[in-house]
């Protein structure tokens, strides 16, 4: 029998100690759970949520919040792990060199950050050094991506990385299970591929990910047939 929700969280030692629940704003949008306060918050809102949290121990250690940037309709929506250094002073994701990747990717199927993309991280404030986040971070910081996505109502998901992966599909199968296939995250299609700054490392998979890329395109092409069938 599947987990449900809930326990596949306990299980992965990522469940919240506060009450959740579900809330739906719309046929249209992902079921998502979130605690009851943010379940009645507007993007706005909640960025401001974002940067005054406190719920981990991050909030002691940032420079500030890193909400997430971008087109609030947008059918794209791509998923990182946590802000890095230069993500932390500026306060927007990707704009390091991991970033000028991630543009490249964007570019090479023919979008651009901010028209019709959006782009969020798993956490919202920078683990000290780098590190690996804990799993308290991620059930402190994952309720406000939850809101995110119920808010933008995207069309399709891109997860990249390992962690934002595993953390939205609440498994720790490894990403190269996980990449090349179609998933789905409240009922949006979901894609996995690598984080630019793996392929930074490892530019040898880079040709893996333009694989990724073309199933996400062919895959949101054909969900836009359907609607206009």
């Known amino acids: 029998m599947s987990l449900s929700r809930e326990d596949r969280f306990k ?10 629940r579900e809330a739906k704003t719309g046929p249209a949008s992902p079921v998502a759970e ?3 306060e943010l379940a ?18 991050l909030h002691q250690t940032r420079k500030q919040a890193v909400f997430g940037i971008g087109d609030p309709d947008a059918d794209w929506l791509f ?16 704009v390091g060199q991991a970033g000028k990747l991630l543009d490249a990717m964007l570019a090479a199927i023919g979008l651009q950050r901010g028209r019709n993309v959006y782009i969020a991280n798993v956490l919202k404030s920078r683990p000290p050094g780098n590190r690996d986040p ?5 059930a402190a910081c994952l309720p406000y991506l939850e809101r995110q996505i119920d808010l933008i109502r995207p069309k399709l998901i891109v997860a990249l990385g390992r962690f934002a992966a595993q953390s939205l599909l609440l498994t720790d199968t490894p990403i190269s299970r996980l990449r ?12 996995v591929t690598y984080h630019p700054a793996y392929l930074l490392r490892t530019p040898a998979d880079k040709a893996r990910a333009w694989e990724d890329l073309l199933l996400a395109a062919a895959t949101l092409r054909g969900l836009q047939n359907a609607d206009a069938a």
Request: proline share 8%; charged share 35%; hydrophobic share 35%.
């Open 11 to 20: 299980e992965l030692g990522l469940w919240p100690v506060w009450h959740r």
């Open 34 to 36: 979130v605690d009851n």
């Open 40 to 57: 009645q918050l507007d993007l706005d809102e909640l960025r401001e949520a974002v940067r005054t949290c406190t719920r981990c121990e």
């Open 79 to 94: 998923v990182g792990e946590a802000p890095g250094a230069d993500e932390d002073r500026l306060g927007e994701p990707f």
């Open 134 to 138: 804990k799993p308290e971070e991620v």
């Open 180 to 191: 090349g296939k179609l998933h789905e995250y409240h009922g949006v299609p979901l894609i």
